[in-house]
Nanobody, 126 residues
Framework: QVHVLESGGDLVQAGGSLTLSCTAS????????MGWFRQAPGKEREALSC????????WYAGSVKGRFTISRDNAKSTVTLQLNSLKPEDTAMYYC???????????????????WGQGTQVTVSS
């Protein structure tokens, strides 16, 4: 059984930074592209970023490009999302997800991801 678990969500002031982490078990982590999504209240879930198995390719949504950075450590089965220059509109539940592919296939689409975590809350105060 695959388990995906996010951590690191917190309350932070605008302009601040936060590091989200995600661990995955029950799968061959090194064979899975990993992604991050978020969902704000009353809004659709939004794709943020995806990183391939070798960490030599990363995709970012335009809304976070240049502010968020994704990375992974296959030895620790962990993927990290560094959030910088946070804005109140970044407030949302952040989700980690795993693809069955090594490459980021259709990284902005939810059906491309087979396994999901329960989310970690990020709140940015103005």
């Amino acid at each position: 059984q695959v388990h995906v678990l996010e951590s690191g969500g917190d309350l932070v002031q605008a302009g601040g930074s936060l590091t989200l982490s995600c661990t995955a078990s029950g799968l061959v982590f090194g064979d899975s592209a990993m992604g991050w999504f978020r969902q704000a209240p009353g809004k659709e879930r939004e794709a943020l970023s995806c990183i391939n198995w070798l960490s030599n390719y990363a995709w970012y949504a335009g809304s976070v490009k240049g502010r968020f950075t994704i990375s992974r450590d296959n030895a620790k089965s962990t993927v990290t999302l560094q959030l910088n220059s946070l804005k109140p509109e970044d407030t949302a539940m952040y989700y980690c997800a795993a693809q069955k592919s090594r490459s980021c296939v259709n990284p902005s689409t939810q059906p491309a991801y087979a396994y999901w975590g329960q989310g970690t809350q990020v709140t940015v105060s103005s």
